[in-house]
């Protein structure tokens, strides 16, 4: 497929169709979460958009909010420049959105929106691209339906990570390596797990130059072809390495995220059967309430078993560059010392959603289960962030 075909085929109609329905889709939980908010709210006789908008502007929106308002180098909290710890390019966009609606919070909204739809077209592309239509259209209703993808809809960097991170597996897929070379910078310059989108690019770059073939036919040109892309690759660390030149011009250290993860925000080296075990432990005994382990830790249980199934099940279901992705997203969202977001970082874990999407291909009752509990998970999960629970 020529660059002309592949355009065609990623700005076409159908793409304008997937790109509308994404952007309704939100636009619904939106109105969910208005009615949410209202029935919760103590004036019973009035609800303003500041509400709305304060409803949705928690956790770590209101660390990007500063971010995007006041720079890197005004963003200060006890003295200190604690939110280097968040990567550039979602506030920064923020800021720029923020100019022409003069509303930062609503900015990072709209962002979120149509990085998500965006980020949708790309999912249907490798859903389709793997076994047809139908599984392009399984993949995004199961990313959409996803308990915790609301906060695609959030001011967090959930939606331009699945946009920029979904558009990298689909140019790997397709052989278009210097837009997944792209489009891999803008995601190591978004989330520090853009840096996996490495080993798929490793991976199918293998599978496409086989240079242990190519070896034993000494086939050099082969091997030097390997050796060239895996080098092209490299260049997916630009927006890392642009991260690292904002530590170093606010405070002089290239590294210096990693003092505040570590002495502000409690990660540090992880171990992922520690994680995990506190995982369980935190789901069944006394140390957290009912509410507690209900929002953050026996969903965060329930994804170590899914991840275990998908581990075990998925092996020949998908593609190994995917495979891999996904194996090493599991880990290393699992090898912080303390996770309290992995609801929310497994909406991005597009491999996971793809084995179950190829698989309702064939088992459509199990298809439709899972996305009906899904949604009315969903629904649970979004009243309990709009109330300030521990989901996070």
Same mark, same amino acid.
């Given at each position: 497929? @020529?660059?002309?075909?592949?355009?065609?085929?990623?700005?076409?109609?159908?793409?304008?169709?997937?790109?509308?329905? $994404?952007?309704?889709?939100?636009?619904?939980?939106?109105?969910?979460?208005?009615?949410?908010?209202?029935?919760?709210?103590?004036?019973?006789?009035?609800?303003? =958009?500041?509400?709305?908008?304060?409803? +949705?502007?928690? +956790?770590?929106?209101?660390?990007?909010?500063?971010?995007?308002?006041?720079?890197?180098?005004?963003?200060?909290?006890?003295?200190?420049?604690?939110?280097?710890?968040?990567?550039?390019?979602?506030?920064?966009?923020?800021?720029?959105? *923020?100019?022409?609606?003069?509303?930062?919070?609503?900015?990072?909204?709209?962002?979120?929106?149509?990085?998500?739809?965006?980020?949708?077209?790309?999912?249907y592309r490798i859903g389709e691209?793997?076994?047809?239509?139908?599984?392009?259209?399984?993949?995004?209703?199961?990313?959409?339906?996803?308990?915790?993808?609301?906060?695609?809809?959030?001011?967090?960097?959930?939606?331009?990570?699945?946009?920029?991170?979904?558009?990298?597996?689909?140019? =790997?897929?397709?052989?278009? +390596?210097? +837009?997944?070379?792209?489009?891999?910078?803008?995601?190591?310059?978004?989330?520090?797990?853009?840096?996996?989108?490495?080993? &798929?690019?490793?991976?199918? $770059?293998?599978?496409?130059? !086989?240079?242990?073939?190519?070896?034993?036919?000494?086939?050099?040109?082969?091997?030097?072809?390997?050796?060239? !892309?895996?080098?092209?690759?490299?260049?997916?660390?630009?927006?890392?390495?642009?991260?690292?030149?904002? @530590?170093?011009?606010?405070?002089?250290? &290239? %590294? #210096?995220?990693?003092?505040?993860?570590e002495t502000h925000w409690g /990660?540090?080296? *992880? @171990?992922?059967?520690?994680?995990?075990?506190?995982?369980?432990?935190?789901?069944?005994?006394?140390?957290?309430?009912?509410?507690?382990?209900?929002?953050?830790?026996? &969903?965060?249980?329930?994804?170590?078993?899914?991840?275990?199934? %998908?581990?075990?099940?998925?092996?020949?279901?998908? #593609?190994?560059?995917?495979?891999?992705?996904?194996?090493?997203?599991? %880990?290393?969202?699992?090898?912080?010392?303390?996770?309290?977001?992995?609801? !929310?970082?497994?909406?991005?874990?597009?491999?996971?959603?793809?084995?179950?999407?190829?698989?309702?291909?064939?088992?459509?009752?199990?298809?439709?289960?899972?996305?009906?509990?899904?949604?009315?998970? /969903?629904?649970?999960?979004?009243?309990?962030?709009?109330?300030?629970?521990?989901?996070?």
């Open positions: 497929m @020529n660059f002309k075909e592949l355009s065609k085929k990623i700005i076409g109609k159908e793409t304008a169709a997937i790109f509308f329905a $994404a952007v309704c889709f939100r636009i619904v939980v939106y109105v969910f979460s208005v009615l949410i908010l209202a029935m919760q709210s103590i004036d019973m006789w009035s609800f303003e =958009l500041e509400n709305f908008i304060a409803g +949705w502007t928690r +956790w770590d929106a209101l660390h990007y909010v500063k971010i995007a308002e006041l720079g890197y180098e005004g963003a200060i909290e006890n003295g200190q420049h604690l939110f280097l710890v968040f990567f550039p390019l979602f506030p920064y966009l923020m800021r720029a959105a *923020g100019v022409v609606i003069g509303n930062t919070e609503l900015a990072g909204m709209l962002v979120s929106t149509l990085t998500y739809a965006g980020g949708c077209v790309y999912l691209k793997h076994a047809g239509k139908e599984a392009g259209r399984n993949l995004a209703l199961l990313v959409a339906a996803y308990p915790f993808s609301f906060f695609f809809g959030g001011i967090m960097t959930e939606s331009l990570f699945l946009l920029v991170s979904a558009a990298t597996l689909y140019y =790997l897929d397709e052989h278009k +390596w210097w +837009w997944a070379v792209l489009f891999g910078a803008l995601a190591t310059m978004t989330r520090i797990q853009g840096v996996l989108l490495g080993i &798929p690019a490793l991976v199918e $770059a293998f599978m496409v130059y !086989r240079p242990d073939k190519a070896l034993k036919e000494r086939d050099y040109k082969q091997v030097r072809g390997f050796v060239g !892309r895996c080098a092209s690759f490299l260049f997916m660390l630009l927006g890392l390495v642009y991260y690292l030149w904002i @530590n170093y011009r606010v405070e002089g250290d &290239p %590294f #210096r995220f990693l003092y505040y993860q /990660q540090g080296e *992880g @171990n992922i059967f520690s994680t995990i075990a506190y995982i369980f432990k935190y789901s069944f005994d006394g140390t957290f309430n009912i509410s507690a382990k209900a929002a953050l830790w026996v &969903p965060q249980m329930v994804l170590v078993i899914l991840s275990v199934v %998908f581990l075990v099940f998925s092996v020949k279901k998908i #593609r190994p560059m995917y495979y891999f992705y996904g194996a090493a997203y599991i %880990f290393l969202t699992f090898s912080v010392p303390w996770l309290i977001s992995g609801g !929310r970082y497994f909406a991005c874990n597009i491999p996971l959603f793809l084995a179950v999407a190829i698989t309702g291909v064939k088992r459509k009752r199990f298809f439709a289960a899972a996305a009906i509990l899904s949604v009315m998970l /969903q629904m649970i999960y979004l009243t309990g962030f709009l109330q300030g629970k521990l989901i996070m």
